[in-house]
Nanobody, 116 residues
């Protein structure tokens, strides 16, 4: 049974930083992609950042230059480093991992609130 456990959300002032973590367990399959999505109240879930097994990364235009997706293979954990946070970054953030061929799993979500 694959499990993704997220942590690291919270309340931060504009301009601050947070690092989200997503620890994966229970799979022996090869990783295809890992990603972070977010969903603000009244909005659809949107892709924030994605990293392929080959190391290619892509970011939403709204977070480019501020957010960084990474992975610690030894810990089987993916991260989203978020800097220069803005109020519009407020949302529930979800990690997503896809294993070959197309097995997709989601974390439980973690709230990020950017407010003074």
């Amino acid at each position: 049974q694959v499990q993704l456990v997220e942590s690291g959300g919270g309340l931060v002032q504009p301009g601050g930083s947070l690092r989200l973590s997503c620890a994966a367990s229970g799979s022996t399959r090869k990783l295809r992609t890992m990603a972070w999505y977010r969903q603000a109240p009244g909005s659809q879930r949107e892709l924030v950042a994605v990293r392929t097994s080959g190391g290619t990364t892509n970011y939403a235009d709204s977070v480019k230059g501020r957010f960084t997706i990474s992975k610690d293979n030894a810990k089987n954990t993916e991260y989203l480093q978020m800097n220069s946070l803005k109020p519009e970054d407020t949302a529930v953030y979800y990690c997503n991992i896809v294993y070959f061929p197309s097995l997709s799993y989601w974390g439980q979500g973690t709230q990020v609130t950017v407010s003074s």
